[in-house]
C-alpha cells in the first residue's frame, strides 16, 4: 500500500495519470484505502456524524430508469462487481424503503468479504412498510438496522422485531421522514463512519437537499433515455447554480463499457454553513 495524504484536502496538488484508454484516473486515491478511512475519521471527528458517499448507477443522460421504470441490466458486470467493492469500503449502506418495495435487494457483499460482523445495511422506512418477506429482513437479519419515526405501529414493531433485524426510532423531518441530521449523529456515535447512501431518488434528494454529501459515485451507462424519465437524484432540488451542492472531479475510469466518476466535496465549502432542514 502506497503512503498518501491522509484527506482530500490534500489532493489538490496531486496530478491524475492518463490510462491508455486516455482516461484520467487518480490511481492514488483508488489504490489508498488509508487515505480513504482517515478522511471518514475526519468527518466522524470534525462534524460528529458519518462520511457519506451517495452512489447511483444513470444513463448518460443522468436518468436512473427508463419512463416504465426499467433499469435492470443498465451498467455491466465489471460495474456491478465495483458497486459490490464500494460497499465493503463503507461500514453501512443505506436505502429507503422504496427500493425495497420495488426491487427487493438483498444489498449484500461479495460472499468472499472476510467479517460482516460489523458491518450495516440500513433501510429508512418511517412506517415500517418493509415486508417481512424481503431479503435484508430473511438473510442475514441480524445485518439489518431499519430507522423508523414515532409514527410506525407497535405491531410493526414487533412483526419486524421478531425477525432478528435491528429497529431504531429517530424523529421525524418536517416532511414526515426520518430526520437525516439527527440519525447521521446517532450512526456516528455508534461506529460506524461511513454511510454509503445507495437508494433511490427521494433518498439520494434529501441527503443532496441538505449537503449531506462528502463524496458521490456514480456509474454511466452509454444509454440514453430521453422522456420523462426519472432522475437520479430527487428532492426539492435549487433554484441558483450557486446554491448547487458543488464537488470536485477526482477519478473517472473506464469500468468494462461503463464510466466510474467519482467526486468529492472540497472542505470548507460554502454548504457548510447552510442550515439543515431537520
Ligand atoms: N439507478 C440506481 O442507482 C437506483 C438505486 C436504488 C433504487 N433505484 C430505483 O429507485 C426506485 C425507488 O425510488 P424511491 O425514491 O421510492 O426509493 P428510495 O429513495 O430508496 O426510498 C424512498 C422512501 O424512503 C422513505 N424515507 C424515510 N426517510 C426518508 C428520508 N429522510 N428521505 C428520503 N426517503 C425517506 C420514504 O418512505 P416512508 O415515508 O414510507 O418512510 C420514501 O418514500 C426504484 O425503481 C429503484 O429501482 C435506482
Redesign the pocket.
Known amino acids: 500500500m502506497k503512503s498518501g495524504p491522509t484527506d482530500p484536502r490534500h489532493s489538490h496538488g496531486e496530478i491524475p495519470r492518463r490510462t491508455e484508454s486516455g482516461i484520467d484516473v487518480n490511481l492514488d486515491y483508488i489504490e489508498n484505502p488509508a487515505r480513504r478511512l482517515s478522511s471518514h475519521r475526519l468527518r466522524r471527528i470534525v462534524d460528529d456524524r458519518s462520511w457519506i458517499t451517495l452512489?447511483?448507477?444513470?444513463s448518460l443522460d443522468g436518468r436512473?430508469?427508463t419512463k416504465t421504470?426499467d433499469?435492470g441490466l443498465m451498467i455491466g458486470e465489471e460495474g456491478r462487481l465495483r458497486c459490490l467493492e464500494l460497499r465493503e469500503e463503507h461500514d453501512a449502506v443505506l436505502?429507503?424503503?422504496?427500493?425495497i418495495l420495488?426491487?427487493d435487494p438483498d444489498l449484500s457483499c461479495r460472499p468472499e468479504m472476510t467479517s460482516t460482523d460489523d458491518w450495516r445495511r440500513i433501510v429508512?422506512?418511517?412506517?415500517l412498510?418493509t415486508p417481512s418477506w424481503t431479503k435484508v429482513v430473511r438473510s442475514q437479519p441480524e445485518n439489518t438496522l431499519i430507522v423508523h419515526t414515532p409514527a410506525a405501529a407497535g405491531f410493526d414493531k414487533e412483526r419486524l422485531g421478531n425477525t432478528g433485524v435491528a429497529l431504531l426510532e429517530m424523529p421525524a423531518?418536517p416532511s414526515?421522514?426520518?430526520?437525516?441530521k439527527p440519525l447521521l449523529r446517532r450512526l456516528s456515535r455508534d461506529q460506524i463512519r461511513s454511510v454509503l447512501v445507495?437508494?433511490?431518488?427521494?433518498?439520494?434528494?434529501?441527503f443532496a437537499d441538505q449537503y449531506f454529501i462528502d463524496e458521490a459515485i456514480f456509474f454511466l451507462s452509454p444509454h440514453i433515455f430521453g422522456g420523462d424519465s426519472p432522475s437520479?437524484v430527487?428532492g426539492i432540488g435549487v433554484s441558483r447554480l450557486a446554491n448547487a451542492c458543488r464537488l470536485r472531479f477526482e477519478v473517472v475510469r473506464m469500468v468494462g463499457a461503463d464510466v466510474e466518476i467519482r467526486a468529492i466535496r472540497p472542505e470548507n465549502s460554502e454548504e457548510d454553513n447552510v442550515q439543515c432542514v431537520d
Open positions: 452512489v447511483a448507477r444513470i436512473r430508469a421504470g433499469s436505502v429507503g424503503v422504496g427500493t420495488a426491487d429508512l422506512d418511517s412506517q412498510r423531518s414526515g421522514m426520518v430526520a437525516i445507495e437508494g433511490g431518488p427521494t433518498v439520494l434528494g434529501s437520479a430527487g
